[in-house]
C-alpha cells in the first residue's frame, strides 16, 4: 500500500513538473517574442529618427541657400555696385546673416519644400514693384494739384496671417508703397496711416494680403496652386 501511494505520488511529481517545464518554455517563448518585436520596434524608430534627422538637416541647408540668394540679390539691387570689391563683400555679409538667422526667412512653412516659397517670393517682387510705382503717381497727383485733396487717416486692419515671417512681410510691403505706413502691429491688427481714402480702400481690399498668404501658404488663403503644389509634394513622399 505504502508503495503504490509512493509510486503515485511520483508520478504526480513528474507530472507537475512536465507542466512546469511546459509553461516555463512558453513564458521564454512569450519573451523571446516580445524581445524581438521590440527590437524590431527600436530599430524602425531608430531608422525613423535618422531619416527625420537627415531631412532637417537637408531643410536646414535649403532655407540656408534660399535666404543667402534672396540677400544677395537685395544687395546688388540696393547698392548698385558690380565691382569685385562690393560683390565680394556683400556675399559675405549675406552668408554670414543667412547662417545666423535662416530660420527666420522660412519659419513655419507647412508643405515642406522650399522651392516653391522662394520662386512665390520671387515673383511677388515685380506685382510689389507695379504698386509702388502706381501709388508713387497717386501721390505726385495729390501733391501737386492745388487744392492738395489729401484725407491723413490711421486706420486698423485686422490681418489673418498667421507667422511672424508672413505678417513682417506683409508690414514691409504696406511700408514701401508710398501713401501708406505700418505704425504699430498689436495682437494681429495693423494700424496704419493712409494718405487719403483711396489709399486706405486699396489697403481694406485685401489683395497684397493675400499674395503674402500665398507666398507662404497661410490655412485662410489657400489657392488651387497651393492644392496641386502639396499634391506633388506629397506624391513624390509616397513613391
Request: proline share 2%; with cysteine.
Amino acid at each position: 500500500m505504502e508503495v503504490t501511494l509512493l509510486v503515485e505520488a511520483t508520478e504526480n511529481a513528474f507530472r507537475i513538473l512536465g507542466k512546469a517545464r511546459e509553461h516555463a518554455i512558453g513564458v521564454l517563448d512569450t519573451a523571446v517574442q516580445l524581445t524581438a518585436e521590440e527590437t524590431r520596434f527600436f530599430e524602425e524608430k531608430r531608422g525613423q529618427l535618422l531619416f527625420t534627422g537627415a531631412q532637417r538637416r537637408k531643410t536646414r541647408f535649403q532655407n540656408f541657400v534660399g535666404t543667402t540668394f534672396i540677400l544677395f540679390a537685395f544687395w546688388i539691387l540696393l547698392s548698385g555696385k558690380f565691382d569685385a570689391f562690393h560683390l565680394t563683400l556683400g556675399a559675405m555679409c549675406c552668408v554670414l546673416v543667412a547662417y545666423l538667422f535662416h530660420d527666420l526667412l522660412f519659419a513655419n512653412v507647412r508643405v515642406g519644400d522650399m522651392r516653391i516659397v522662394v520662386a512665390r517670393f520671387i515673383a511677388y517682387i515685380p506685382w510689389l514693384i507695379q504698386q509702388i510705382v502706381l501709388s508713387n503717381f497717386h501721390v505726385a497727383f495729390l501733391v501737386l494739384r492745388r487744392k492738395m485733396p489729401i484725407d491723413p487717416q490711421i486706420i486698423e486692419y485686422k490681418t489673418k496671417l498667421e507667422t511672424d515671417i508672413s505678417t513682417v512681410a506683409l508690414a514691409n510691403s504696406i511700408t514701401l508703397t508710398p501713401g501708406t505706413i505700418t505704425m504699430d502691429i498689436k495682437d494681429g491688427v495693423f494700424y496704419v496711416h493712409a494718405l487719403d481714402q483711396k489709399v486706405a480702400e486699396d489697403l481694406n481690399a485685401g489683395e497684397m494680403e493675400d499674395r503674402v498668404a500665398h507666398i507662404f501658404m497661410e490655412a485662410d488663403h489657400l489657392y488651387v496652386q497651393d492644392v496641386l503644389d502639396a499634391a506633388r509634394i506629397y506624391g513624390s513622399l509616397r513613391v
